[in-house]
């Protein structure tokens, strides 16, 4: 052996020197010219955008796919048709129940408050109400920050602000998934007899909830049709983003790389849908109607708005409180 190759073995041994032959093939370093004129030849790259190789080396198969040109094509989708229907329906969900709002106007107790008042809500279905309702919240706006933010806030508040603020909800947004999951188990627990559906469904679809016209209230047990609509979305719909979330937070774990890509879209095409519903409900539930917030704050309210809305349940409560006769 020379001495320049004992020298060389001795070098490579220790780790500080790498021949170049074998630096032009290690990861990371720049190829030689005859190298990068074998990469860049257009069948080379033609046969990785079909899937026939290209992997990253270190990864297990399908989490090293170099290239995935259906990628391309969720992209649009999703920047695309995903992002604008979505924006649609929230502005057009959004203008109707202003409208609704000025035609309408605020539903009023028929005969003002009673003063009275009467349990509506327990303390466990208030607790079950605002896991749901506040871990949605926070999805809600982390998520629609995610679908539009880059060009409705990044252009408002620059993009150092925006991408701290993006970090942030995206920890929120997969943190409170399990709130939002954890919540819907309860009241699905507790509501679930109450908004199958009853006799007196009908004659509310009939009347249109009585949401068109002053002074018509269709009778209702604990919940009304409408309410009835939208615990159930709630629960269908809830359970159908979260699982699609689930997967999406373990990844390749319940699907590959276009699995996971249709989980996006699905996921957050129905959050959306879901949203567009809340959209309603928080209006109903505050400027909308006099007297139904309570119902989730106290846990009470007052006797003429149960009379008014819920009749058929007032008469079912003081049945059950009413003391027989000596
Ligand atoms: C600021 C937000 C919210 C307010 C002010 C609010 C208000 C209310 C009120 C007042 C009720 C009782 C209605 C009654 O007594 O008949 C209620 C019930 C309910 N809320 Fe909310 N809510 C909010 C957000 C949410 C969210 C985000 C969800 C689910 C994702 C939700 C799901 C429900 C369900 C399933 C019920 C029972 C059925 C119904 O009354 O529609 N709420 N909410």
């Not at 190829?31 to 190789?53: F, L, M, V």
């Not at 009673?114 to 949605?136: D, N, P, Q, V, Y």
């Not at 943190?175 to 939002?180: I, Y």
């Not at 979305?233 to 937070?249: E, Y």
Request: aromatic share 12%; hydrophobic share 50%; charged share 15%.
């Amino acid at each position: 052996m020379r001495w320049t190759t004992f020298l060389a073995s001795l070098l490579i041994i220790a780790g500080c020197w790498v021949p170049p032959a074998m630096a032009a093939s290690s990861d990371g370093d720049i190829p030689t010219a005859a190298q990068s004129d074998r990469i860049s030849q257009p069948d080379t790259w033609r046969a990785i955008r079909q899937g026939e190789g290209g992997f990253i080396a270190g990864q297990p198969a399908q989490r090293g796919v170099l290239i995935q040109s259906e990628g391309e094509s969720w992209r649009a989708a999703r920047n695309g048709k995903l992002a604008w229907y979505a924006g649609l329906a929230l502005v057009g969900v959004s203008l109707a129940i202003g409208a609704f709002y000025l035609f309408r106007g605020k539903i009023m107790m028929e005969g003002g408050p009673s003063g009275k008042t009467i349990l509506r809500f327990t303390r466990i279905e208030r607790i079950g109400h605002w896991m749901t309702a506040g871990s949605f919240l926070v999805l809600g706006i982390s998520g629609l920050n995610m679908l539009f933010g880059r060009w409705l806030l990044e252009p408002l508040i620059g993009k150092t602000l925006f991408s701290w603020l993006t970090w942030a909800g995206k920890w929120l947004h997969n943190l409170s998934g399990f709130v939002f999951i954890a919540g819907m188990v309860v009241i699905f627990v507790l509501w679930a007899r109450d908004n199958l559906w009853d006799r007196y469904d009908a004659g509310w679809i009939a009347h249109g909830g009585g949401l068109l016209k002053k002074g018509d209230h269709p009778p209702a047990a604990k919940f009304n049709f409408g309410q009835k609509t939208q615990f159930w979305m709630v629960i269908v719909v809830g359970a159908l983003v979260s699982s699609t979330g689930i997967s999406l937070l373990f990844p390749f774990s319940f699907a590959d790389l276009a699995g996971m890509q249709v989980m996006q879209l699905v996921h957050a095409a129905l959050a959306v849908v879901m949203v567009l519903f809340i959209l309603g409900h928080i209006y109903i539930g505050t400027v909308g109607m006099e007297g139904a917030s309570t119902a989730v704050t106290t846990g009470y309210v007052d006797l003429e708005w149960a009379r008014t809305h819920h009749a058929v349940w007032v008469a079912e409560e003081e049945t059950k409180t009413a003391k027989p006769a000596e």
